[in-house]
């Protein structure tokens, strides 16, 4: 059987803050189609080498590829435009906002000072309202965004991120911090992206969650990838064990 060509490639990547080696020569791969997991002890880099994929940071070393294409030095809205979208461990939405405002935002053609309720109109608000109503939250569309609980806020950035239809989209802690009611119902959006076609990268503490949702499973252990494959591999690998326990 043909194995899918990786849609996001990290080779040798490298980068360090002072003398700390946050991230030390780390190479992997996300299957196009897949839902990947990057998960490893606190320190081993895993926000480091996100905020190096979607450019919030610059490596010292190594490349980032997406499609083939090496993005190591783009600025962040190239990556975008390349069909890179990502959230963050706290959520970055405009409190103060609606929550309708806040997933059309990233369309952009209204700018700050003109918004208000009335700001988003026509398709982009029918587009918003449909993500709105995938992620469930529907009667909350002019509610604002900072009213909502931290677990619905997650499912709003999802959303968010969701309205530029991005190829493949990077989730930090998708389930960190929310009630096991919306924890699932994270876990059936992702499933649900997934075979809508969408590919994920996601950060993840909680392990029942990464190991029931993906396939690959990357370990990061002091910026480097020690162990790589199934849920069931990596959780019979010595490095791992080793990597965990020694946390
Ligand atoms: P993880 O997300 O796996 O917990 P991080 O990528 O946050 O790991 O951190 C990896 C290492 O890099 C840690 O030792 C952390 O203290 C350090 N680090 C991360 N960001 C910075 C920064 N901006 N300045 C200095 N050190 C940092």
Same mark, same amino acid.
Not at 104 to 130: H, K, N, T, W, Y
């Given at each position: 059987?043909? =194995? ?47 905020? %190096? ?27 975008? #435009? ?19 405002? $806040? ?59 969701? +309205? %530029? ?13 929310? $009630? ?13 992206? $997934?075979?809508?076609?969408? =590919?994920?990268?996601?950060?993840? #503490? $909680?392990?029942?969650? +990464? ?37």
């Amino acid at each position: 059987l043909k =194995t899918a060509p990786p849609i996001l490639e990290v080779e040798g990547l490298s980068k360090s803050f002072g003398g700390n080696q946050a991230v030390n020569d780390c190479t992997f791969t996300v299957p196009e189609g897949s839902i990947t997991g990057l998960i490893g002890p606190n320190g081993s880099g895993k926000t480091t080498v996100f905020n %190096l994929i979607s450019g919030t940071l610059l490596p010292d070393a190594g490349t980032v590829r997406i499609g083939g294409t090496d993005i190591s030095r783009m600025a962040s809205w190239g990556r975008a #435009h390349r069909g890179l979208g990502r959230t963050f461990q706290s959520t970055r939405l405009f409190k103060e906002m609606s929550v309708l405002e $806040n997933i059309a935002a990233p369309l952009g053609s209204f700018s700050i000072p003109q918004m208000g309720l009335d700001a988003v109109s026509g398709r982009e608000a029918e587009r918003a309202r449909e993500l709105l109503d995938f992620v469930g939250l529907s009667r909350y569309e002019q509610a604002k965004a900072g009213s909502l609980s931290y677990g619905q806020q997650k499912l709003v950035e999802l959303a968010q991120v969701l +309205v %530029l239809d991005p190829k493949l989209i990077l989730l930090d802690e998708p389930a960190g911090g929310i $009630n096991p009611t919306l924890i699932e119902r994270m876990g059936d959006l992702i499933r649900d992206l $997934n075979a809508q076609g969408k =590919t994920f990268l996601l950060v993840e #503490h $909680n392990m029942p969650f +990464v190991l029931g949702l993906c396939n690959p499973v990357r370990v990061l252990a002091q910026g480097h990838v020690i162990a790589t494959g199934s849920p069931d591999e990596i959780q019979k690998d010595d490095a791992v064990i080793d990597a965990y326990l020694g946390d």
